[in-house]
Nanobody
Framework: QVQLVESGGGLVQPGGSLGLSCVASGSIFGINTMSWHRQAPGKQRELVASISREGNTNYADSVKGRFTISRDNAKNTMYLQMNSLEPEDTAVYYC?????????????????WGQGTLVTVSS
């Protein structure tokens, strides 16, 4: 009933930029915290950045000053602008959101994940 879909991944050279989007769809009542996570080959999934409904943001130290997270509540969409990309940023990027949705007249909460989008930073 709730789906998150990421887009925007691809191949970029070191020092380049890339933008990711995550759109939530379904019988959505509201979305609380949204976040981006990533998982590099052979490594655990890690939090990249998060944003509250009010727009308060947090970043992993490794991306501070290079990545910018934002959201459009009216469009149920979250963005990640990635600048000065490094080979170490290569990973599958996942969006995550705590989604309040309506079903059978009631409101429920779901910790939803997208399917992931691959970002490769290489020359």
């Amino acid at each position: 009933q709730v789906q998150l879909v990421e887009s925007g991944g691809g191949l970029v050279q070191p020092g380049g930029s890339l933008g990711l989007s995550c759109v939530a769809s379904g019988s959505i009542f509201g979305i609380n915290t949204m976040s981006w996570h990533r998982q590099a080959p052979g490594k655990q999934r890690e939090l990249v950045a998060s944003i509250s409904r009010e727009g308060n943001t947090n970043y992993a130290d490794s991306v501070k000053g290079r990545f910018t997270i934002s959201r459009d509540n009216a469009k149920n969409t979250m963005y990640l602008q990635m600048n000065s990309l490094e080979p170490e940023d290569t990973a599958v990027y996942y969006c995550n959101a705590v989604v309040m949705f309506t079903t059978q007249g009631a409101i429920s909460a779901l910790d939803a994940w997208g399917q992931g989008t691959l970002v490769t930073v290489s020359s």
